[in-house]
């Protein structure tokens, strides 16, 4: 949910700034509250257009934008929509409070479960490296410039030691495909040059 909404206040502040904060409320009986604001000095959204931002596939595009702007913005209106719907999965609450042309605040309520010990995080999750001892060779397709170094970040913060290559749309993606043999592709599938289909 943070990394969606931080990705949106980038992508929403072509100047200005983005301001993560985050504080703790305790409650009774080992429960407590965490409250996230994630605030932008971007383009903002209109009043009457704030009760849509969480529909899906939604792209508020009003007439305060103009045609340059509106093809950067260009997405496929998931985001706020996806981190609404894990929202309510957990049980917290996200609300927007906006101004046109001058600023957005997204604040995400998350109820939570206090503990006097601290918690380790056990997994069985393995990765074989190749037997070759050579580096492993990613690739990330997306013409959101955000959204690949989201991916990328993470991607090597998992993967130490890999070589991970970036396509800004499914043409480069492709070509580079045809030279390199990757051993992962993770690929856009709503990207203005191709489809689904392809």
């Known amino acids: 949910m943070l990394i969606n909404l931080l990705a949106n206040a ?3 502040t072509p100047k200005g700034g983005e301001i993560l904060e985050a504080s703790y ?7 407590g509250l965490l409250l996230i604001q994630v605030i932008d000095t971007g383009i903002g959204t209109a009043n009457n257009l704030q009760s849509k931002i969480f529909q899906p596939f939604t792209q508020l595009h009003d007439s305060s934008f103009n045609q340059s702007i ?3 913005l260009c997405g496929n209106g998931l985001g706020l929509s996806i981190t609404q719907s894990l929202s309510h999965t957990n049980g917290s609450e996200l609300k927007v409070e906006s101004f046109i042309s001058k600023s957005s605040v997204f604040t995400l309520h998350l109820p939570v479960d206090v503990t006097d010990e601290p918690i380790g ?10 037997q ?4 492993i060779r990613l690739l990330v397709i997306d013409d959101d410039a955000v959204n690949r170094l989201v991916v990328c970040t993470t ?3 998992v993967f130490i030691n890999a070589w991970i290559d970036q396509g800004a749309n499914g043409t480069e993606g492709f070509e580079k495909m045809s030279i390199y043999p990757y051993n992962l592709v993770l690929i856009d599938l709503v990207m203005p040059d191709i489809d689904e289909q392809k």
């Not at 056990?122 to 190749?130: I, S």
């Open 10 to 12: 980038v992508k929403f």
């Open 25 to 31: 409320e305790k409650k009774v009986d080992k429960k």
């Open 70 to 72: 509106a093809q950067t």
């Open 121 to 130: 995080i056990q997994t069985n999750l393995t990765f074989h490296e190749p």
């Open 132 to 135: 070759d001892n050579a580096p």
């Open 155 to 157: 991607l090597q913060r």
